[in-house]
């Protein structure tokens, strides 16, 4: 089969065990995190717009956003989570947002409460939060027009990113579930988990949390289930790890002037056709 149905994300948070997300930004980087054994795809903004040499600053559009995302769910037979920044703007964009993700077949997203436009969460920058009712209000929008019961909407927290501590967090993710949020996200740019460890304390469960353990990354899948975790995202390392083997790969070939050097590393030719499932589409040539 070219196409195969993928379940909806609330189907895996619902099965329990920990869901274990990779960030991606086209579907090539999708499948193979698909082929690893992940649960479900982050389309991340970082990953989106850097693959196109551009800031994660709401720089691209949401027809850009979806257009990556849906490229992705359409290669995969499991659920993408689009990373939806801000929501695109204010309520009306929230509202347009998850009609058009939805219609796409993308089972779940996620926004945060920053300012529209937004910044990368560990870039040099003015970090302020959204006022907590105008993002509840948000997710209030977004859970009112989705028009099936599967539609998973993420609320992420930037209250850590923006220094502002726990207890805001708490008391803002706390807003988010009153609002109708599915699951929080907690994102914390620091070196140690404590904050998140302590926040997961303090939520005593009320709703999943997702997790995106990127500058602490020794916390090990077991251990951060254990902690009370529902999701957690890998957001960036496929892009860069991308980034080092193309860069070496370059290298390699200009500065040695051949690539016979390389050719006992890299994926065979072969790879490809897997994933681009060559000989399915073949078949329809008989
Ligand atoms: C992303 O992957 O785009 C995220 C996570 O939102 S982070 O880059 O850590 O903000
Ligand atoms: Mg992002």
């Given at each position: 089969?070219?196409?195969?149905?993928?379940?909806?994300?609330?189907?895996?948070?619902?099965?329990?065990s920990?869901?274990?997300?990779?960030?991606?930004?086209?579907?090539?980087?999708?499948?193979?995190?698909?082929?690893?054994?992940?649960?479900?795809?982050?389309?991340?903004?970082?990953?989106?717009?850097?693959?196109?040499?551009?800031?994660?600053?709401?720089?691209?559009?949401?027809t850009e956003y979806l257009e990556s995302a849906a490229n992705m769910q359409k290669a995969l037979h499991i659920p993408v989570v689009a990373d939806c920044d801000t929501g695109y703007g204010g309520n009306l964009n929230v509202a347009h947002m998850v009609l058009e993700y939805e219609?796409?077949?993308?089972?779940?997203?996620a926004m945060e409460d920053k300012l529209f436009p937004k910044m990368n969460s560990f870039a040099?920058?003015?970090?302020?939060?959204?006022?907590?009712?105008?993002?509840?209000?948000?997710?209030?929008t977004a859970k009112?027009?989705?028009?099936?019961?599967?539609?998973?909407?993420?609320?992420?927290?930037?209250?850590?990113i923006s220094g502002l501590g726990v207890d805001e967090a708490?008391?803002?993710?706390?807003?988010?579930?009153?609002?109708?949020?599915?699951?929080?996200?907690?994102?914390?740019?620091?070196?140690?988990r404590e904050q998140i460890e302590e926040f997961l304390r303090g939520w005593e469960n009320r709703r999943p949390v997702v997790v995106v353990?990127?500058?602490?990354?020794?916390?090990?899948?077991?251990?951060?289930?254990?902690?009370?975790?529902?999701?957690?995202?890998?957001?960036?390392?496929?892009?860069?790890?991308?980034?080092?083997?193309l860069r070496d790969a370059y290298r390699t070939i200009y500065e040695t002037g051949s690539s016979v050097e390389l050719e006992g590393t890299i994926a065979p030719v072969s790879d490809i056709f897997e994933l681009q499932?060559?000989?399915?589409?073949?078949?329809?040539e008989a």
């Open positions: 089969m070219l196409r195969t149905q993928s379940p909806s994300f609330r189907s895996l948070v619902e099965r329990g920990i869901v274990r997300v990779a960030g991606a930004h086209d579907a090539i980087g999708a499948v193979l995190a698909q082929n690893a054994g992940f649960d479900a795809v982050w389309a991340s903004s970082l990953e989106v717009s850097a693959a196109r040499c551009l800031p994660d600053a709401s720089v691209l559009t949401m219609a796409a077949g993308i089972t779940a997203v040099a920058h003015d970090h302020t939060l959204l006022d907590t009712e105008a993002f509840a209000a948000k997710i209030r009112s027009v989705q028009s099936t019961d599967d539609f998973f909407v993420i609320a992420r927290t930037e209250a850590l708490l008391r803002r993710c706390h807003a988010y579930a009153d609002a109708g949020a599915d699951a929080v996200l907690i994102h914390s740019k620091l070196k140690s353990p990127t500058t602490y990354p020794d916390w090990h899948v077991d251990e951060v289930e254990r902690a009370g975790v529902s999701t957690v995202i890998y957001a960036n390392q496929g892009l860069r790890a991308t980034i080092t083997s499932q060559l000989a399915a589409w073949q078949k329809l």
